[in-house]
């Protein structure tokens, strides 16, 4: 059965695959599990409709048959579970390509959420200058221990996983920050993601929605 | 083999059960697994042996025989994959259990510990009373609609899951603020999750190591 999953109609970043849609795509390309789209605006995310597939009114979704989910890491697990390619059968490597799944939505990404949400809401206020040290040091010391851990490895923990998969799409949050520059091999890590085969169809299908051409135009 | 956990040796909240050593204590008496708890300083826990078990340098970790496992999440994940009790056998139900684990990480604690940053590192700033109604916005905002999900059932989804233990975990964070009191369901959902007898066990076993004494003395 093919999933449907939900993708913001209007993507905030203007193509640039940072919604957590992107995840998601990626995630069933790297298994090479076709799936629709369906697209929804900002008013409809919050609507009941959507609300019963997702408590929190936000977009990814997933549905296949009678099972709805919410959550991207959620759902990025679910496809690992259900497919190979995204977690080592190894039930030792598998919990621990799991940590990086946490760790990359619990340790990492908050952080980096946080300086961004300040850039965006709070740009025009008067402390934003005298905070944002104390909230890039925060996006620092986490990107000083993923780098200190990462080392000269291609990946988290031996081969490619989701836990990898979700934390190329934590840093790429970054971006425009240009936070990732000092970190070589963290810069590094994040383009062999973004090098994958899978990465880049899953990309462009997201491009295409916001340019309203299809990928292969 | 019994699994050995780490914990703060002093721990910041002084045996109020909000470290995340607790979710990890919670899920092993759920499932009835006996474990040893090393405590660690906040210098050991920067150092290099504990980073070889926690590459951000934090509690609690998980040792069983040659697995090292860190993020509480993974853990109580790894425990309720081990053992019956925490997730539910339907596949179904147990992706969706999972996705709760998510949203209880993911979704609803970020904005807590943000807030519950500004007032631990910025109440004698003067931007500090402006900014509080925001970020409060913030977390009103997911209880609401964790309200609306919960409505009046026990747990969000079923039976009792590692979901349920880890949003527990997350809304006791809120402790002090009085945020849950609006929500007379979820105060009545978390007085559910700490009536729970697991619940009380690993309660008394971490205020023990503020206390100094014995949970049976």
Redesign the interface.
């Given at each position: 059965m093919t999933p449907t999953i939900t993708a913001f109609a209007q993507s905030p970043d203007r193509g640039r695959g940072l919604a957590r849609d992107m995840r998601v795509r990626w995630a069933l390309e790297e298994v090479g599990q076709p799936y629709q789209v369906r697209l929804v605006s900002f008013t409809e995310m919050k609507e009941p409709a959507h609300?019963r597939l997702h408590?929190?009114?936000?977009i990814p979704t997933y549905e296949e048959g009678?099972?709805?989910?919410?959550?991207?890491?959620?759902?990025v697990?679910?496809i690992a579970?259900r497919h190979a390619g995204l977690l080592p059968d190894d039930a030792?490597a598998r919990?621990?390509a799991?940590?990086w799944?946490?760790?990359a939505?619990?340790?990492v990404?908050?952080p980096i959420?946080?300086r961004g949400m300040a850039t965006l809401?709070?740009q025009d206020?008067?402390?934003y200058q005298?905070?944002l040290p104390?909230l890039e040091d925060r996006v620092r010391v986490?990107l000083d221990?993923?780098s200190?851990?990462l080392g000269d490895a291609d990946w988290l923990d031996g081969a490619f996983s989701a836990g990898d998969l979700l934390m190329v799409t934590v840093l790429r949050r970054l971006g425009a920050s240009r936070s990732l520059e000092k970190y070589s091999n963290l810069s590094a890590y994040v383009a062999r993601g973004e090098a994958r085969r899978a990465y880049k169809r899953a990309f462009a299908d997201q491009l295409a929605v916001f340019t309203g051409k299809s990928p292969t135009d």
């Open positions: 609300r408590p929190f009114g936000q009678d099972l709805a989910l919410f959550e991207s890491g959620a759902i697990f679910h579970q030792s919990a621990r799991i940590a799944m946490f760790a939505l619990n340790t990404e908050p959420v946080e809401l709070e206020k008067p402390w005298e905070r104390m986490r221990e993923l200190s851990r």
